[in-house]
């Protein structure tokens, strides 16, 4: 196992078998106190972010809803390696677990959403479950965690929950011309874990299944 400033990174091939082939999971590096997160934005937000440890500036909209992503993986397959544009550069952001907390706790699938009759107007975190893919983009039967955060949650993600914003848009680009030049056995990913959501309630509102 290697790192990458304070995120622990390993062989993707050494890594895949140890992750749920199927099923909703949330993959992601953590530990006691703190889970990383990945946002890709244009130069400008993500080098305020990094200069201030903080999101905003100019070009960051508050007004509008942020994605996060707990899987690396994920993040590759939407901002294609960072070569998308508006997604250049790639953020690694460790918040506190407290927070990473309160996100799940405002997060509902349709199915729980339409169940307790709650307005999707005050709802302040979107839940997508979507197919996990491969570094080459081939879809998994695993399902992978993204959250849209807005208002109040937006705010506190944004300002009062980060510990600690890194570029990591240098080691993406990097392992992007391994995985071209050498394919997914030379291929270095943050180490991800199964999350473990403990509240039984978070757990059943957003429709995680049990680890094997």
């Known amino acids: 196992m290697e790192s990458l400033g304070n995120i622990s990174v390993d062989l993707y091939a050494k890594q895949k078998g140890s992750w749920p082939q199927k099923g909703r999971h949330i993959l992601a590096q953590f ?41 690396f993986l994920w993040r590759m397959y939407r901002c294609g390696w960072a070569s998308k544009t508006n997604q250049q550069r790639v953020l690694a952001v460790r918040i506190t677990r407290q927070g990473f907390h309160t996100i799940l706790a405002n997060a509902y699938t349709v199915e729980f959403q339409k169940s307790q009759d709650i307005n999707t107007a005050d709802i302040l975190v979107r839940l997508q479950w979507d197919p996990d893919h491969t570094p080459t983009y081939e879809k998994e039967e695993r399902r992978a965690i993204q959250l849209g955060l807005k208002n109040e949650i937006l705010k506190q993600y944004a300002t009062e929950w ?6 990591i848009t240098d080691f993406v680009h990097q392992q992007h011309t391994v995985l071209k030049e050498y394919g997914l056995e030379k ?10 959501v403990t509240d039984r309630n978070i757990s059943r509102q957003i429709g995680l299944e049990k680890s094997d």
């Open 187 to 196: 291929l270095y990913v943050p180490v991800e874990r199964v999350y473990p």
């Open 162 to 167: 980060v510990v600690e914003i890194n570029d």
């Open 31 to 71: 530990n006691d106190d703190t889970v990383v997160v990945y946002q890709a934005f244009c130069p400008a937000i993500a080098e305020y972010a990094v200069k201030h440890q903080r999101f905003g500036g100019p070009q960051f909209s508050f007004s509008r809803m942020s994605w996060i992503k707990t899987n």
